[in-house]
């Protein structure tokens, strides 16, 4: 028996729930299928903090920071859920673009400012920094797991069927506003019709959209980054942390010798009760998100300790926990959100999206709903552009 449905999401993380909820808020019927149990941390949307960096310049970029941070606020309104702690981030290293990004900012009504890295240090002791200093006081640190279950509690309660533990197999186009799924649940396979169907499925894009529609290269890695304690562990120090550790991101000049051991800039952000997260930016190990170690890489956590040890004296370099996630990175760093027939895809985060979580989900929605076009910036087929987000680790 074929069951017949009017829009399927497929994956059940950040984007998926977004969307979810996006479509749902709009009266729509709509059935979002997880392949995994919540709270699952086999993907990309697990764990307690992501940083809601706003040090953007690219104007699509920046336009939906600040349709983001409404969206946030409505969906902490709409679960009574905390989610956005805005507690500011400091960005600091050699980087050409940060008077552009404070340009940018400032223009979108968002706050920016440069502070000299003494100012810096005295404020943030827990940070030791590289130049000049760009606060972004609007930016701050979201909790992952309490969103995702907030989006998902969010279109439950707007009429959206969730299902976890349900897995999509397979997808065939049927027509123009026909599609079919194979799906695979604790009861066994089934098949599913739909009008529409959008995939949001991250590192397993490449493998469900195979033989469907073309989309571009996607590279999964492993990434690898770490909570390291407080060196100060008193409890004045933890109830300080709150608000004494912003959310930071780390620059660096790949031919200056003073950053020969580093893989790539840094970010991280303090992490209520488990300490300050720091980690390099997409360049973990290529993995198959069905064949992971969940183990770090060896030399590069080491590097770690020592970016530790040399930057951030408020934390242990050698009392750490590490962490585990995956990236799904685009050749230009842009996200993938555009439609082929029936079928829409959002896909190639490049370690950088969530912040922009709920504004991707309402562009998704309306991608399904014909509400509105897709952006050059965002399609399947594209050519690496100038405003590539590269230049910043966004995590």
């Known amino acids: 028996m074929v069951e017949q449905v009017e829009t399927v999401v497929v994956g059940g993380g950040a984007m998926g729930s977004a969307t979810a909820w996006q479509l749902a808020r709009r009266g729509l019927s709509v059935t979002l299928l997880e392949r995994f149990a919540p709270g699952h941390a086999n993907g990309a949307s697990h764990g307690a903090s992501r940083n809601f960096n706003t040090a953007y310049s690219e104007p699509t970029y920046v336009a939906m920071l600040a349709e983001s941070l409404r969206l946030w606020r409505d969906l902490e309104a709409e679960t009574a859920t905390r989610l956005l702690y805005q507690v500011g981030i400091v960005n600091h290293g050699p980087n050409p673009g940060f008077d552009a990004v404070a340009e940018a900012l400032l223009e979108a009504g968002l706050g920016a400012s440069f502070v000299t890295p003494e100012l810096a240090g005295e404020r943030w002791p827990g940070i030791r920094f590289d130049g000049r200093v760009l606060y972004t006081p609007d930016a701050g640190r979201l909790n992952a797991d309490a969103s995702v279950a907030a989006m998902q509690a969010a279109a439950t309660a707007a009429g959206a069927e969730v299902r976890h533990g349900a897995r999509v197999l397979r997808l065939e186009v049927l027509g123009d506003d026909r599609v079919r799924l194979t799906t695979e649940d604790e009861a066994g396979t089934g098949v599913m019709e739909a009008k529409r169907v959008v995939v949001t499925v991250g590192a397993w894009t490449g493998k469900l959209l195979t033989g469907v529609l073309p989309v571009p290269r996607l590279v999964v890695t492993q ?173």
Request: glycine fraction near 10%.
């Open 223 to 395: 990434e690898q980054p770490a909570h390291f304690a407080l060196r100060d562990p008193s409890a004045d120090a933890a109830a300080q942390a709150v608000t004494g550790w912003p959310g930071f991101n780390h620059s660096f000049d790949p031919a200056d010798p003073r950053y020969s051991w580093w893989y790539s800039p840094v970010y991280g952000m303090y992490t209520p009760g488990q300490g300050v997260k720091a980690g390099w930016h997409g360049v973990g190990p290529v993995t198959d998100p069905d064949a992971r170690t969940f183990q770090p890489e060896p030399a590069q956590l080491a590097a770690l300790q020592r970016y530790v040890g040399d930057w951030l004296p408020g934390a242990d370099p050698d009392a750490l926990t590490p962490v585990s996630c995956t990236y799904t990175t685009t050749a230009d760093e842009n996200f993938v959100l555009d439609r082929v027939g029936p079928v829409v895809v959002g896909a190639g985060f490049s370690g950088h999206g969530f912040k922009f979580t709920p504004a991707v989900g309402r562009i998704l929605a309306d991608l399904a709903t014909d509400a509105g076009p897709a952006q050059a910036l965002f399609a399947l087929s594209r050519t690496p552009s100038a405003g590539s987000p590269s230049w910043l680790t966004r995590r």
